[in-house]
């Protein structure tokens, strides 16, 4: 049995490389950049009206005259216009400023009168209410870094520039396998000794937290042949994940399993609490996670332990780690890393009640897992603690 500190860099040092993927601009919301974009151009690509109103050359004005309108141009226009002194060009918000122009002022402060405007803006100055050609970025400057997550503004941001398509980090192709002769899919009426599957539930959902659409659950019952079948039919996903039959019972057969499909063992038992069971190991091509079948020993080693290679994957951190001072005191034996089910009150954490591994009610009120290290016993209220936010 190993300590979690010792899992988890096991379980960073078989991490997989990301993999890189070309990706429709549309498509790319919360990918990891793979590459430093460069402007294809300069943005704004001319000097343009920030606001309705009307251009004219401050330079040329006398600072008191009336201003002769002579034209509008309007958004998407090309208008050629050219301005004398005191006179003025309708123009509208996002309007090419002709080149003999230096300033716009906007239309509110303006008194508009057979055909003339009347200036009454006392703080208005040359080059007022136009956004100068490159003001936004230059070609061939930085767009955007390599590793930096791609949000709604950013595809905006991408698309003014003229961008389709960018290279991200693939997300990891995942599996899960259920094994359980008990067990049975919601909405079918359970017999005698049947319970209902919900760590498929629960898994999937969080990888569709983090973005992520298994390709596949599979529910299997515990019969050795079954295991295996399921095993090697999901051998291509990068992360495989089986939920139950991994301790030291008669029909715990998922080690059995694994190593018959040439699954190389790095680790199987972990001193922590819940989910000691706890089974890592890999595959040229995939990591295989075999987790306790209590539900929420699942969900534990599932945030703890396997967001670690989806992070290094998809080179994106997907949960916070803080440090916070507990609300509450407790007390545990030594030997065992804690994982606690927690929820933060502004800056502390209050461990919750129902914390064995079969209870999911305090879960899913939970915000947090608060880790309590393996050879303290006595914790107090005020004390710091290791948080991991889940929500």
């Known amino acids: 049995m190993i300590s979690v500190s010792e899992a988890k860099k096991q379980i960073i040092k ?3 490389s990301p993999r890189v993927e070309e990706k429709l601009l549309s498509n790319a919301l919360g990918f990891a950049l793979a590459e430093t974009l460069y402007a294809k151009m300069d943005t704004p690509p001319f000097n343009n009206s920030a606001m309705d109103g009307y251009a004219f050359s401050c330079a040329l004005w006398d600072k008191k005259s009336s201003l002769t309108i002579i034209g509008e141009v309007q958004a998407g226009s090309n208008n050629n216009l050219k301005t004398g002194p005191n006179e003025a060009i309708r123009i509208f918000t996002g309007a090419p400023v ?3 122009v230096d300033t716009v002022i906007m239309q509110e402060k303006v008194n508009l009168e057979d055909g003339k405007i009347t200036i009454l803006d006392d703080g208005l100055f040359q080059g007022s209410n136009i956004r100068p050609k490159g003001s936004q ?4 400057d930085v767009a955007l870094k390599k590793g930096q997550i791609i949000t709604p503004a950013g595809i905006s941001y991408l698309a003014s520039m003229g961008f389709s398509k960018v290279k991200v980090y693939a ?5 899960i396998i259920i094994t359980g002769k008990e067990l049975v899919k919601a909405g079918n009426k359970l017999k005698s000794a049947e319970i209902y599957e919900s760590n498929g539930m629960g898994l999937t959902a969080g990888f569709r937290q983090m973005g992520i659409e298994p390709l596949s659950v599979a529910l299997v019952d515990d019969v050795l042949e079954s295991i295996e079948k399921a095993i090697q039919s999901q051998l291509s996903s990068d992360i495989i994940l089986l939920t139950g039959g991994v301790s030291v019972g008669n029909y715990d057969l998922v080690p059995t399993a694994l190593e018959n499909c040439g699954v190389e063992k790095i680790f199987h038992k972990v001193k922590q609490k819940p989910g000691k ?10 990591l295989i996670f075999a987790l306790p079948g209590n539900p929420a020993a699942v969900m534990t080693c599932f945030y703890e332990y396997v967001t670690a290679p989806i992070d290094a994957f998809t080179q994106k951190k997907h949960l916070k780690s803080l440090t916070m001072r507990l609300k509450n005191d407790f007390n545990k034996k030594p030997g065992l890393t804690y994982f606690l089910k927690g929820k933060t009150i502004e800056s502390e954490v209050e461990i919750l009640d129902s914390q064995l591994s079969y209870m999911l009610n305090s879960f899913a009120v939970a915000d947090c897992l608060i880790t309590l290290e393996e050879e303290k016993t006595e914790f107090k ?3 710091l603690v290791k948080v991991l936010m889940i929500d």
């Open 14 to 16: 078989h991490s997989k």
């Open 137 to 140: 970025t230059k070609k061939g």
């Open 381 to 383: 209220k005020g004390d």
């Open 171 to 175: 997300k990891p192709k995942v599996s």
């Open 98 to 100: 002709p080149a003999d």
């Open 277 to 286: 069971p706890f089974y890592f190991g890999k595959t040229a091509t995939s």
